[in-house]
């Protein structure tokens, strides 16, 4: 069977996007699934992205819940947040659909842009353990609506870990753990939706070469900077996702 020029020409487009996608995720933590919805979105349905996106996003995010030495006392302190994700996401699935939300859009954007720049003032939130126990359902599933109305993990989930003062591999593994959480639940919020054909799942799987290979130039990379770099790169690299997602909505509505 033949494949048209312009069929190859779609996906080596789309290997590029995971290619850049991994790339970013690599050195910030984050930014595979926002910023391959972003693009793939330029010439594909929002459901069609999210689908091509499930399997480069879960197995980054598996990856990223490494190393097993410190899996369980990180996931110990995040543990109810998780739950709470689960409820949301598949709550908003049912109620909403996934994704959906040009509006939802632009206010997950302009949160992402507040949060970063009050970030770069120096300034940071602070969660204690004792607080942890009964803010991390709420934030869990107030980013499980999120993610179903989006298709993004990134918000409250981000700054809520951050607030938990991990280190800055911890804080890598945490939102690991997280996005590994929403990646699962939002795929079966697709299925249940009919918005994840078995066509797509080929397509998904060899998206995976240039996701990873992306995310071993950023992991690469971010091991070699400073944490000071890192966390102002962190900021940056959230202000501009958030800048684009917002702008994007605003164009499109």
Known sequence: MMISNEAMGLWAAAAAVFLLAGLIKGVIGL???????????LWMSPAQAAALLIVPSLVTNLWQTG???SFGAVFRRIGRMQAGVVVGT????????????????????????????WGLTGRQLHVSDAQARWLGPM???????VTAVTGVFAVPAVPYLQALGFQRDGL?????????????VLALGLAANGSYPAAVLGGSVAMLVPAIGGM???TWLRQRLPVAVFRRCFLIGLALLGAYMA?????SA
């Open 31 to 41: 930014g595979l699934p926002t910023v391959a919805m972003a693009l793939l979105a």
């Open 67 to 69: 190393p097993s030495a």
């Open 90 to 117: 598949l709550a908003g699935a049912w109620w909403l659909g996934v994704p959906a939300g040009t509006w939802a859009s632009l206010a997950l954007g302009v949160a992402l842009v507040i949060y970063a720049l």
């Open 139 to 145: 934030v869990g599933a107030a980013t499980g609506l």
């Open 172 to 184: 890598i593994q945490a939102m690991g753990i997280s996005f590994t959480t929403s990646t699962v």
């Open 216 to 218: 071993v130039l950023g």
């Open 247 to 251: 702008l994007r909505a605003v164009m």
